[in-house]
C-alpha cells in the first residue's frame, strides 16, 4: 500500500463511528493502551492475542470496557470482524502476521496513525530528569486529584510506564490533565520520540547527573539527550531545577525560547563535588543535594536566583517564598530530596495548572510518598527495616545522606546492578561507603564492586557467593535479596535498608523472613 493511499485511508477511518477496529497485542502494554484510546473516544473495539488468559497479564484494565477478545491465537473470525487492524509496533514486517494483514488492501493502522488523528485535548506536563521523576510525577497528580482534576493513568499495576509509545497514549485516555514521567535509554532521539508525539503544554527537568549515563556516550551526550524536552517546548514554559548546573547550563547554551521557571534552596552547603559544564571546564559544586548547589564558572554559568525558593529547611517542612508571598510548608513525605521533589511539583502546579498556593500547602501535607520510595516494612524496637528503589549513585547517597539523619547505627543491603555498569557500581559502594556502617553487597555486581574495598571492615558478604544476573534495572534475584536481607539483619544497627528495584520486588517475602527472624 503506498504512502500516500494509506494516508488518505487513515484520515478517513476514525471519523467513522460504524467501523470496528481490531487492535492486535491487548495483552502488551502498547496494544491494551490502543483499545482504550480508541474506546475512550467513542470507537468500537475488538482485541486480539496470542496468549491464552491466564497469561495475558493486564487483562483487568479492560474490565471496564464493552469489547470482544480473541484470546490464545488469530482466528480468522477476528480479521472478518475487524475493518482496520492495529497490530503491535514490534510486530516484525516480515511475520506471516503482518503479511496476513497486509493481504487485506487497506486494512493496516499504526500506532502513529492513531496518535495523529486523536489529539491530548488537554494540558499535558512532561516530567524527565535523572533522579525525582516518579515522586515529582506523583505529587503533581496528587494536586490534581485534591484540586478537583483527574489526571490519565495507564492503569498497570507495577509498571513505571515512562518510555516508547506508553506517555505519547495515556496522555490521550480520559482525564482532565496528563502527568507523564518521561524516560529515555540514553539514545539520542529517544526522549524527543515520546515527547513530539505527547504534544505537551509544558515540562519539568529534575536534575540531570551521570548516573544512568550509556557507556557509549559522555555526560554532555547525555545532559543533551534530556534537554530534547527543551526542543520541543520551544515557546512554552518550562520548570527546571535551578540548583542544577547541568540543567540551567543546557537551558542558557540551548537558547530555548519560552518561559523558564526555577526552584531551588537556601541551606549551607553540606559538601563540595564536581560537574562538567556546557564550556568544557569542571564546575566546583557548594552541595546541597548530590550534584546540586551553589555554582559558578569562569564562562559566566552561575546558579540564577531561584522563583521558587525553599528556606529553613527542616525533615518535612520548609519556608517557601514564590510569587511575593512566604508560606511555612508541612510534608507528608521527609528529607531533602524530597524537598526538591516539592518545589518542583508546586511550581509546576501554580504556573502550568493555575492552582493557587494556599491550596497546594494544605495538599502537600495529605501526600505521604509513593510505593518503593523509603517504604518501611518492618518497625522494632532494635531495628527498623526499610525498601528504596534507588539505583544508580546519586540515589543511593541521598536516600543514605537522609537516613543518617535519623538513625545513629545504619547497614545497607545492595541489591543493584548499575546501568552504568563497573564505574557505577563502584561508585554504588563508594557512596554507602561514606554514609553507612555496613554494607552487604546481594547482588553479582555489588559483590564484584565491594571485593575492591573490603580492607575497608565495612563489607559484609553473604554465605553464597552471588551468581551473575541482571535483567535490566533488577539486580539480584529473589535468593540473593533473602541472603543479604539475612545479614543485614545479625547487623547491630538502627535501621537496614535493603536498596534496588529487586529489594521492592520482594519485600512481601521479605516482610515474611523478617517476622519468621524475629520469633
Known amino acids: 500500500m503506498g504512502k500516500n493511499k494509506h494516508q488518505s485511508i487513515t484520515e478517513k477511518v476514525l471519523f467513522t463511528d460504524e467501523k470496528i477496529y481490531g487492535v492486535i497485542g491487548v495483552c502488551g502494554v502498547v496494544g491494551n493502551l490502543t483499545a482504550r484510546v480508541l474506546m475512550d473516544h467513542g470507537y468500537k473495539v475488538i482485541g486480539n492475542d496470542i496468549r491464552n488468559p491466564d497469561d495475558c497479564q493486564f487483562l483487568y484494565t479492560l474490565d471496564c470496557y464493552e469489547i470482544q477478545i480473541f484470546l490464545s491465537g488469530h482466528p480468522e473470525s477476528f480479521f472478518r470482524a475487524s475493518d482496520y ?56 497528580k496528587h494536586f490534581c486529584y485534591e484540586s478537583g482534576m483527574k489526571p490519565t493513568e495507564h492503569g498497570f499495576k507495577s509498571l513505571q510506564g515512562n518510555i516508547d509509545f506508553i506517555p505519547p497514549l495515556q496522555c490521550r485516555l480520559n482525564g482532565d490533565v496528563a502527568v507523564l514521567e518521561t524516560g529515555t535509554e540514553g539514545k539520542p532521539g529517544d ?30 551526550v547525555y545532559a543533551r539527550i534530556k534537554g530534547e524536552l527543551l526542543e520541543v517546548l520551544q515557546g512554552k514554559k518550562l520548570v527546571v531545577n535551578g540548583d542544577d548546573p547541568t540543567v540551567w547550563g543546557l537551558v542558557e547554551d540551548s537558547g530555548f525560547q519560552g518561559d523558564v521557571v526555577t526552584f531551588g534552596v537556601e541551606m549551607e552547603s553540606q559538601g563540595e563535588s564536581r560537574k562538567l559544564c556546557w564550556c568544557g571546564r569542571e564546575i566546583i559544586i557548594q552541595e546541597t543535594l548530590s550534584g546540586v548547589g551553589y555554582y559558578i564558572c569562569k564562562c559566566g554559568l552561575q546558579r540564577p536566583e531561584p522563583d521558587y525558593i525553599a528556606t529553613n529547611i527542616k525533615s518535612n517542612s520548609f519556608v517557601l517564598h514564590a510569587q511575593g508571598k512566604t508560606l511555612k510548608i508541612e510534608m507528608g513525605i ?51 527495616v526499610i525498601v528504596d528503589f534507588a539505583h544508580n549513585p546519586s540515589g543511593v547517597e541521598t536516600v543514605l545522606r537522609e537516613l543518617n539523619k535519623y538513625y545513629d547505627k545504619l547497614a545497607v543491603v545492595i541489591a543493584i546492578s548499575s546501568e552504568s555498569g563497573p564505574q557505577g557500581d563502584l561508585d ?24 575492591k574495598f573490603i580492607s575497608h571492615g565495612k563489607i559484609i558478604l553473604t554465605d553464597i557467593e552471588p551468581e551473575e544476573f541482571r535483567a535490566g ?37 521479605m516482610k515474611r523472613w523478617i517476622l519468621k527472624y524475629s520469633r
Do not use: W
Not at 109 to 135: A, Q, R, S, W
Not at 192 to 216: S, W
Open 473 to 509: 534495572t533488577l539486580g539480584a534475584t529473589h535468593d540473593q535479596v533473602i541472603e543479604g536481607l539475612k545479614k543485614g539483619l545479625e547487623c547491630n544497627v538502627d535501621a537496614l535498608i535493603c536498596i534496588g528495584e529487586a529489594a521492592i520486588k520482594n519485600k512481601e517475602d
Open 85 to 140: 487492524i492495529i497490530p503491535p509496533p514490534s510486530l516484525p514486517r516480515d511475520s506471516e502476521l503482518f503479511k496476513k494483514i497486509m493481504k487485506n488492501e487497506g486494512k493496516l493502522l499504526e500506532i502513529d496513525d492513531i496518535l495523529k488523528l486523536i489529539t491530548p485535548c488537554k494540558p499535558v506536563i512532561c516530567v524527565t530528569g535523572t533522579n525525582g521523576k516518579t515522586t515529582t510525577t506523583s505529587l503533581l
Open 334 to 384: 521527609f528529607g531533602l530530596h524530597n524537598v526538591y521533589n516539592a518545589l518542583g511539583a508546586i511550581a509546576a502546579a501554580k504556573e502550568l495548572l493555575g492552582i493557587p498556593l494556599d491550596d497546594l500547602k494544605t495538599h502537600l501535607k495529605t501526600f505521604t510518598g509513593v510505593l518503593g520510595r523509603l517504604e518501611y516494612i518492618h518497625h522494632g524496637h532494635e531495628m527498623d
Open 428 to 451: 554504588i559502594i563508594k557512596s554507602s561507603l561514606k554514609n553507612s556502617d555496613y554494607i552487604i553487597p546481594a547482588s553479582y555486581h555489588s559483590r564484584q564492586a565491594a571485593s
Open 191 to 220: 526522549l524527543r520520540f515520546i515527547v513530539e508525539r505527547c504534544h505537551p503544554t509544558g515540562g519539568i527537568i529534575t536534575n540531570i547527573t551521570p548516573d544512568h549515563l550509556n557507556e557509549e556516550h559522555n555526560f554532555l
